[in-house]
C-alpha cells in the first residue's frame, strides 16, 4: 500500500538558518505530492505541490522536488524565519487510491528568533 | 474567496452520545474529504463524497458516517461517542478529482472531546 515517511523530529533552528525536511514514499501507482503546514490551532494549509518527476513546486520561500528515481519530496528552505514554526506534513495522492490522501507523521519546526 | 468553514470549533460529549460535525466547501468544489486527527495517530482518512454519494471510506467503524446535501456541504456524524474519539476532524474539498491531480484544500477542524 502507500505509504509516507518523514524524518523524526521535533526540529529547532535559529532564524535565517537552512532548513531540509526529509520525506520518501511508497506508491503504487504515479502520485501527485503535496507538503502541507499546520499552524498552531489551525487546520492544514496547502504549501506546495508537484504532479510529476522532476517538478518543482514552490511558495514562500519553501520548495520541494519530486525526484522519481530516488521517490522523494524534500522540503527546504534558505532562511527560516520565527513564523515558519508549524507542523509540516509530506502527503501523496495515488491516482488509483480513491482521492485518499496518504500523510506522513508530521514534523514540528521551531524557530528561535 | 472563503475557505473551507467547519462547525463547530470544539464540541464536548460524554461516552455513548452523538455528535454531529458540519463543512462547508469552497464555493465550486463539488468534493468533500473527512480526516481524523488523534493524539499519536497522526491524519487518517475517514470518507470521500462527491457529488452526494459516498466515494470511499477508510478503516472506521459503520458508528462513523455522513453525508453531502445538495449544496456540497458535509456533514459527519458518529454515534455512541467513544473515549479514543477525542481528536480534530478535518474537512477538505477539492474540485472533481476525475480531473488530475486535484489538491485537497482543509479547513480549520472541529476539536470533538469526550469526557
Known amino acids: 500500500g502507500d505509504s509516507v515517511t518523514q524524518m523524526e523530529g521535533p526540529v529547532t533552528l535559529s532564524e535565517e538558518a537552512f532548513l531540509t525536511i526529509n520525506c520518501t514514499y511508497t506508491a503504487t501507482g504515479y502520485p501527485s505530492l503535496f507538503w502541507y503546514v499546520q499552524y498552531p490551532g489551525e487546520g492544514l494549509q496547502l504549501l506546495l505541490k508537484?504532479?510529476?518527476?522532476?517538478d518543482k513546486g514552490s511558495n514562500k520561500g519553501f520548495e520541494a522536488t519530486y525526484r522519481k528515481e530516488t521517490t522523494s519530496f524534500h522540503l527546504e528552505k534558505g532562511s527560516v524565519q520565527v513564523s515558519d514554526s508549524a507542523v509540516y506534513f509530506c502527503?501523496?495522492?495515488?491516482?488509483?487510491?480513491?482521492?485518499?490522501?496518504?500523510f506522513g507523521k508530521g514534523i514540528t519546526l521551531s524557530v528561535r528568533p | 474567496e472563503a475557505g473551507v468553514t467547519q462547525s463547530p470549533t470544539h464540541l464536548i460529549k460524554t461516552r455513548g452520545q452523538q455528535a454531529t460535525l458540519r463543512c462547508s466547501p469552497i464555493?465550486?468544489?463539488?468534493?468533500v474529504y473527512w480526516y481524523q486527527q488523534a493524539l499519536g495517530l497522526g491524519l487518517q482518512f475517514l470518507l470521500w463524497?462527491?457529488?452526494?454519494?459516498?466515494?470511499n471510506r477508510g478503516n472506521f467503524p459503520p458508528r462513523f458516517s455522513g453525508r453531502q446535501f445538495p449544496n456540497y456541504s458535509s456533514e459527519l456524524n458518529v454515534n455512541a461517542l467513544e473515549l479514543e474519539d477525542s481528536a480534530l476532524y478535518l474537512c477538505?474539498?477539492?474540485?472533481?478529482?476525475?480531473?488530475?491531480?486535484?489538491?485537497?484544500?482543509f479547513g480549520d477542524g472541529t476539536r470533538l472531546s469526550i469526557l
Open positions: 508537484a504532479t510529476k518527476a522532476d
Open positions: 502527503a501523496l495522492l495515488d491516482p488509483g487510491a480513491n482521492s485518499k490522501l496518504t
Open positions: 477538505a474539498s477539492s474540485l472533481d478529482p476525475d480531473r488530475e491531480n486535484q489538491p485537497q484544500h
Open positions: 464555493s465550486g468544489h463539488t468534493s
Open positions: 463524497y462527491d457529488e452526494g454519494e459516498e466515494r
